[in-house]
């Protein structure tokens, strides 16, 4: 299955990967993923390094990890065809907006496997945000564990902001503009919108039928992402 699988990912468009029922990569389109990963400077999952490697593994966040292993477990076991929703995977200084499909593939009877597909919808420059610098982030982490934590969404990079009424999820620009702090130590999470958007994308699933918890920028998901 793999040498054909390895022939199909090379053409396809974006970044795509197929991994086993348990998240372990078993092949990748090349030459797009080496690229994708040396521009996300993450280059431990590039160059012949991801084969094996647990996807799930790339994701620091418990709760956007535990929505793509129940997408990846939904779509495995035929609960649900496939998934595909939009999300954010921002450079600091691109917004980039992409379309995540997930579906099983294999043939009846046989193992089966779980294709991700990401493809590029649109990319848009813009000011520096340290925000979305994973090499900044690291760098904060280490030198200074005082730091406020910011959570920003994993699926639209919004940010999570203190409101009177609770939490606002802010876009990276308006975080900014009402004065927002750049040295702050960065976790993803998934917002309340996201969550359902990604769990049931076009919303509640049919009366009486159960919907499934379902990550992501960790929006792959993208391995490189948080």
């Known amino acids: 299955m793999i040498g054909s699988a390895q022939t199909l990912l090379n ?19 090349e030459p797009s993923w080496t690229a994708f990963l040396r521009a996300s400077s993450a280059p431990a999952w590039g160059e012949g390094r991801v084969i094996g490697r647990n996807l799930f593994e790339a994701m620091a966040s418990a709760e956007v990890r535990a929505i793509y292993r129940d997408i990846h477990e939904a779509v495995l076991t035929g609960s649900r065809p496939h998934v595909c929703f939009e999300l954010r995977c921002d450079a600091p200084d691109v917004r980039r907006m992409l379309r995540m499909s997930i ?19 649109s990319a848009v420059t813009r000011p520096w945000m340290s925000l979305f610098d994973p090499a900044r982030i690291v760098e904060l982490v280490r030198a200074e564990a005082g730091l406020p934590i910011v959570t920003v969404c ?66 792959a998901p993208l391995v490189a992402a948080e």
């Open 11 to 29: 053409a396809m468009d974006g970044i795509c990967y197929l991994a086993d029922a348990e998240g372990r990569i078993l092949a990748v389109g």
């Open 103 to 121: 579906s099983a593939v294999g043939d009846a009877g046989g193992p089966r496997a779980v294709l991700y597909q990401s493809q590029l919808l």
């Open 154 to 219: 994993s699926f639209c990079q919004r940010a999570a902001s203190p409101a009177d009424d609770g939490v606002e999820w802010l876009d990276a620009e308006d975080y900014y503009r009402l004065g927002g702090a750049s040295d702050v130590r960065v976790s993803h999470g998934a917002c309340p919108d996201c969550r359902g958007r990604v769990e049931w994308p076009g919303g509640s699933g049919p009366e009486g039928e159960p919907r499934t918890s379902p990550p992501a920028c960790e929006g």
